[in-house]
C-alpha cells in the first residue's frame, strides 16, 4: 500500500498489479475508509490503480478537524485528483458508496464543468439521487446510545467490537458524527447534471435506499443511467466484491472505449 502525499494523506492508493494505465477513484459510506477498498485490485484488471480517500481527521494523533460538510470533502479528494493528474495524467472513473456517493457526483461535476480534467464513468452505490433531501429526523446531535441505536436501525452498520470497546467508540464516534451531520446538512452544490455515463447499484436487501429509489438517478445524468441491484443488504459490497468489481471493469471498459472513439 501506497500514501499519496495530499492534504494529510487524503488519498491512499492500493497499487495495480501492472503498470496502472487507469484510475479509479473510491469514496467510502459514512464513518469508512480505504479498507473498505484495500482488496479491489484482486479483482480488478490488472492496470487499474485503486485510489480510495481518507478523510482527514481520521488518522490518530491528527490535528485537523474532519470534514463538517459534503462540499470540504469534495474540495480535499480534488485537489488529491489534480496533484495525481499533474505527475501522472491517467483516464479514471469514480466510485462511491453511501454518503460516498453524493460526493463522487459533486467530484464528477466540479471536473466536468471545468471543462478539462473529468472522470470517464461515475459509479455511485447504497444512495438514493442527489435531489433528493435528507429522510427523516436529523441523529447527528443525540447523545451517544441513542445515535449508535438510530445508525444500527437504519444502517445496520456500526459492529459491536467497536460499541463494546469504549476506547474505539472514542476514536469513531467523533468522525462519523461528522459524516453523518454532511449527510444531513448536504444540498446540491450544483444544479448541473453529470455528463459521463452513469452506473447505479445497490442491495436488494437495503432500506436506505430500496432498491426502487435508485432509478431517480436519472434526474441528475445527461445520459441514461444503468442500474444494477446485488443480493445483500446496505452493505452488500462486501461479501459481493467480486461480482460487483467484475461488472464495474466490464462497465468502465464500454465507456472508455466509446470515448477513444470520440
Not at 494523506?9 to 475508509?33: D, H, N, Q, S, V
Not at 480517500?53 to 481520521?58: I, K, T
Not at 493528474?85 to 463522487?104: D, W
Not at 441513542?146 to 476506547?167: C, H, I, K, T, W
Request: aromatic share 8%.
Amino acid at each position: 500500500m501506497q500514501a499519496v502525499p495530499s492534504q494529510e494523506r487524503a488519498l491512499i492508493a492500493f497499487g495495480a498489479t501492472e503498470r496502472p494505465r487507469r484510475r479509479l477513484y473510491c469514496l467510502p459510506f459514512a464513518g469508512g475508509g480505504p479498507s473498505t477498498f484495500r482488496l479491489w485490485p484482486k479483482s480488478l484488471p490488472v492496470d487499474v490503480e485503486v485510489i480510495a480517500l481518507q478523510h482527514p481527521g481520521r488518522n490518530p494523533g491528527s490535528r485537523q478537524s474532519p470534514p463538517g460538510s459534503i462540499a470540504e470533502t469534495v474540495a480535499v479528494v480534488r485537489a488529491g485528483i489534480d496533484e495525481l493528474h499533474s505527475r501522472e495524467p491517467l483516464p479514471f472513473a469514480i466510485f462511491g458508496h453511501s454518503m460516498g456517493a453524493l460526493i463522487a457526483f459533486e467530484l464528477a461535476v466540479a471536473l466536468e464543468q471545468d471543462g478539462g480534467l473529468a472522470p470517464t464513468m461515475l459509479f455511485v452505490s447504497g444512495r438514493r439521487s442527489p435531489d433528493e433531501p435528507h429522510r427523516g429526523e436529523p441523529i447527528h446531535g443525540l447523545d451517544d446510545g441513542e445515535f449508535l441505536d438510530a445508525m444500527q436501525r437504519s444502517y445496520g452498520g456500526v459492529p459491536d467490537a467497536v460499541r463494546n470497546e469504549p476506547d474505539l467508540l472514542a476514536l469513531f464516534l467523533p468522525t462519523l458524527r461528522a459524516d453523518i451531520r454532511a449527510l444531513e446538512t448536504y444540498a446540491p452544490l450544483t444544479d448541473r447534471t453529470v455528463r459521463c455515463p452513469v452506473r447505479v447499484y445497490g442491495g436488494a436487501d437495503d432500506r436506505r435506499p430500496a432498491p426502487a429509489d435508485l432509478a431517480g438517478w436519472q434526474r441528475v445524468a445527461q445520459h441514461e443511467v444503468s442500474v444494477r441491484i446485488f443480493p445483500g443488504d446496505h452493505f452488500y459490497l462486501t461479501a459481493g466484491r467480486e461480482a460487483l468489481t467484475e461488472d464495474v471493469a466490464a462497465e468502465w471498459s464500454v465507456a472508455l472505449a466509446r470515448s477513444e472513439r470520440s
